[in-house]
């Protein structure tokens, strides 16, 4: 069974720092592309950054997190982090990690999510 659990979400002030994580299980983690989205209130998910797996890829960011978010990945532990600096009150949002592939016994890829952590950044 696919699971995704992410932490780390919290209150900062601005120009703070965070750093979330996404504990995973149920599939080879190593093997598979791993992003970061993001939901604020009333708005849509957005794409927030990935990080690619042993198949290869490029890692990539949104504009508006480059340079201030780093996404990283530790095969060892099954778990993929965001590093969030200078953070901004735009950047308020429910951040979940993704991951798309097809499940053992399954016939479909499908996007497996995180239940979400909340970040918040106000004074």
């Known amino acids: 069974q696919v699971r995704l659990v992410e932490s780390g979400g919290a209150s900062v002030q601005p120009g703070g720092s965070l750093r979330l994580s996404c504990s995973t299980s149920g599939f080879i983690f190593s093997d598979y592309a791993m992003s970061w989205v993001r939901q604020a209130p009333g708005k849509e998910r957005e794409f927030v950054a990935t990080i690619p797996g042993d198949a290869g890829g490029r890692t990539g960011y949104q504009p508006f997190v480059k340079d201030r978010f780093t996404i990283s990945r530790d095969d060892a532990k099954n778990t993929v982090y965001l590093q969030m600096n200078e953070l901004k009150p735009e950047d308020t949002a429910a951040y979940y990690c993704?991951?798309?592939?097809?499940?053992?016994?399954?016939?479909?890829?499908?996007?497996?999510w995180g239940q979400g952590t909340q970040v918040t950044v106000s004074s």
């Open positions: 993704n991951v798309n592939l097809m499940a053992s016994g399954d016939d479909k890829w499908r996007d497996y």
